[in-house]
């Protein structure tokens, strides 16, 4: 592109600089050039548009990606004692505290601002969803629906 601007300006500047009237070949010839030059500058213009759109798309895919995000827990499947948690054998009762029923943290979603954890009951295998909402002082949680399984 470069190398045809170029020469499309010389020849339109040096035009006038050799003779005194430019005979009519010579200008169909410096009426081709700039022609061929601006179909070029068009052409390179769609091109940075064209690629200009792509990362724009590929930005607005990762940032929805970034935004529902499920996470896993990879220790939810070993087993665990109850004196990590400083628990020897007793169960601890902590007023605001999630309910040892709901079982064990199998995962969390993040959707639309909303932090949702899910849980696995050891009893009978339901699935309890808990919003988790983190304060300035505290954290509180809210259940929002438990789904029994069933014997099939």
Do not use: H
């Not at 169909?28 to 070029?40: G, P, Y």
């Not at 709901?102 to 309890?128: H, P, T, W």
């Amino acid at each position: 592109m470069n190398k045809t601007l170029i020469a499309a300006l010389l020849l339109v500047c040096a035009g006038p600089l050799c003779a005194k009237e430019p005979s009519k070949k010579i200008k169909a010839e410096m009426a081709a050039l700039t022609a061929s030059a601006t179909q070029q500058i068009a052409l390179d213009a769609v091109q940075t548009r064209k690629a200009e759109q792509a990362k724009a798309a590929a930005a607005k895919q990762e940032q929805d990606a970034e935004e529902s995000v499920v996470m896993i827990d990879s220790k939810a499947d070993e087993p665990e004692s109850p004196s990590a948690y400083g628990m020897e054998g007793e169960d601890r009762m902590v007023p605001g505290g999630l309910p040892s029923s709901y079982g064990q943290c199998k995962g969390v979603i993040s959707d639309a601002g909303r932090n949702i954890m899910i849980f696995e009951s050891l009893d009978d295998g339901s699935l309890s969803f808990v919003q988790v909402t983190a304060g300035k002082a505290n954290v509180s949680w809210k259940l929002i629906d438990r789904i029994p399984r069933s014997a099939d």
